[in-house]
């Protein structure tokens, strides 16, 4: 059965589901194709004849991985995708989610982004956006390319951006409110709502964000970004002088050259001390008037203290990693039986040189006491959890302290899944989708994970609702504060705790 909604941009026909109403695979700008590959996206302009939003869109160009259930990939990719409990006049919270996938996978269409269930629990509106990534994304040609190609820098965060406009345009034909807009999203996702908080052209098109497992660090400098784009143009055979190939390139081609940027490396520390970085290159780049400061100096500015934030992590975030092919070369819990004390310390100093004994030596005391039967591996995945999500998502919470009250800070720690608490163990929990078995997998299949899954979505809707997650399940939810460093985890039994990273606070200082 269809329903039929008119909004500002034309007419648009969905699917009447029991309960709410979804809409599938709406385009909200002109699509980034043939010349238009390289540029910003333009606005969308208004439908000719009614559109029919029952199937949903094209994924973004990318490497397709199993377990993300991607098929069907194209540049004709800028689609969203609503799930509402009616389109009346009644102004609803909206939630918007931006996908995580290291800025390279993703798409707002996969089966554990399905926004029905919040909908319907929440009364709220659920949005979930497609955009562009990896090369056809992030990859910055400026420095590079004569300015009469038109070429635009950021267009993966330029297509967020479009799509956040024309939910603010649009959304109150489906019974959303659009000055009452939540931005959630998970790893890159979450990152992204980092770097939109840098944004000044985002200004006025959402009021809170929930960010789970980001940074505000994850960002490139000019010098960073042209000297991975001089390297792509070098890979695909291109003079910058002459680059008319680029616009004739397959996406085929660009995946497969965009793999060799990935073992290029950068510094990722804001010190002295080196942090190394690879795999994740493909990023938003601080130029211009977009991003005019890397993202954790405006929260230390206090360029965001009007939104009210929620940030967190999973306790074993570099579990999921650990898990992916390739990672048995490196170390894995499989062969962990065959490292030695020495193998992990050469690990260590290899991400951050210099304090690899040291680290290894505090997080092996650390994890030890922590957990019966702790291996080398679990040893490593802390560290690099550490390094990567956790001690960075402390930096937000601690600039945005110092400027407001309203930042709440979470950890998930349910462990039941094959790969304990692992990064996007909590996706499932937080839309209500453990049963399916993406959710099965990461959460696994205790009867509990369903329970605890109200619990989180009631407090990502109570969020939503009035920017305090507080709820009758949960009690009170203090803010994190300098001096009381308020930290809500979600376990068998959920509890708010005081510092529980403290053990390894003093590490990091000085290095990320």
């Avoid at 996969?110 to 659920?126: C, E, F, K, W």
């Avoid at 090369?135 to 400026?142: C, E, Q, T």
């Avoid at 001096?483 to 809500?488: G, I, K, L, P």
Wanted: charged residues 20%; glycine residues 8%.
């Amino acid at each position: 059965m269809s329903v039929s909604v008119n909004t500002p941009c034309g007419e648009i026909i969905g699917l009447q589901r029991e309960g709410y109403q979804e809409f599938r695979g709406i385009p909200y700008a002109e699509q980034p194709i043939g010349v238009a590959r390289f540029k910003a996206p333009e606005p969308l302009l208004p439908f000719d004849e009614p559109f029919k939003a029952d199937r949903f869109g094209d994924s973004a160009p990318q490497d397709r991985i199993p377990l993300f259930g991607i098929t069907q990939t194209s540049e004709d990719c800028l689609y969203l995708n609503i799930w509402t409990p009616a389109c009346d006049s009644k102004k609803r919270p909206v939630m918007v989610w931006i996908h995580g996938g290291g800025f390279l996978t993703g798409s707002g269409s996969q089966l554990i982004y399905n926004g029905r269930n919040l909908a319907v629990s929440g009364d709220v509106v659920v949005v979930s956006i497609n955009y562009r990534l990896g090369v056809l994304g992030f990859l910055y040609l400026n420095d590079l390319i004569a300015e009469e190609h038109n070429i635009s820098a950021n267009n993966g965060l330029l297509d967020q951006l479009e799509a956040l406009r024309w939910i603010k345009n649009n959304i109150a034909s489906f019974g959303g409110d659009p000055e009452d807009i939540t931005l959630f999203g998970e790893s890159a996702g979450a990152m992204s709502i980092a770097t939109l908080l840098a944004c000044p052209a985002a200004k006025g098109l959402f009021k809170r964000a929930i960010l789970q497992s980001g940074a505000a660090d994850q960002v490139l400098t000019r010098s960073e970004a042209t000297d991975i784009a001089r390297r792509f143009l070098e890979v695909t055979d291109i003079d910058p002088s002459a680059p008319e190939k680029l616009w004739q390139l397959s996406p085929d081609q660009i995946i497969k050259a965009q793999r060799q940027l990935t073992k290029l490396s950068f510094n990722r520390g804001r010190y002295s001390q080196e942090v190394r970085q690879t795999g994740m290159v493909l990023l938003p780049v601080v130029e211009g008037n977009i991003i005019p400061q890397t993202p954790l100096a405006a929260i230390q500015s206090g360029e965001a203290k009007d939104i009210p934030l929620m940030v967190g992590c999973t306790r074993d975030e570099w579990n999921l990693f650990l898990s992916l092919p390739g990672a048995e070369d490196l170390f894995s819990p499989t062969n962990v039986n065959e490292v030695e004390k020495s193998d992990l310390i050469d690990l260590l100093e290899k991400s951050v040189p210099g304090i690899g004994e040291r680290a290894a030596n505090l997080y092996e005391k650390m994890i030890q006491t922590s957990r019966q039967n702790a291996t080398l591996a679990d040893v490593y995945s802390a560290f690099e959890g550490d390094r990567m999500f956790r001690i960075p998502t402390l930096r937000i919470a601690e600039a945005h302290s110092e400027h407001t009250q309203n930042i709440y800070m979470f950890q998930f720690n349910w462990d039941k899944g094959s790969l304990g608490a692992c990064h996007a163990s909590d996706i499932p929990l937080v839309f209500g989708c453990t049963e399916n078995p993406a959710g099965q997998y990461l959460c696994g299949t205790d009867p509990g994970a369903g329970k605890l899954s109200i619990l989180v979505q009631n407090c990502w809707i109570a969020f939503a609702r009035s920017s305090d997650p507080s709820t009758d399940g949960v009690g009170k939810w203090h803010p994190f504060e300098e001096e009381n460093r308020h930290v809500m985890c979600f376990d068998d039994t959920t509890a708010l705790h005081s510092d529980p990273f403290d053990c390894a606070v003093e590490l990091w200082e000085g290095v990320l």
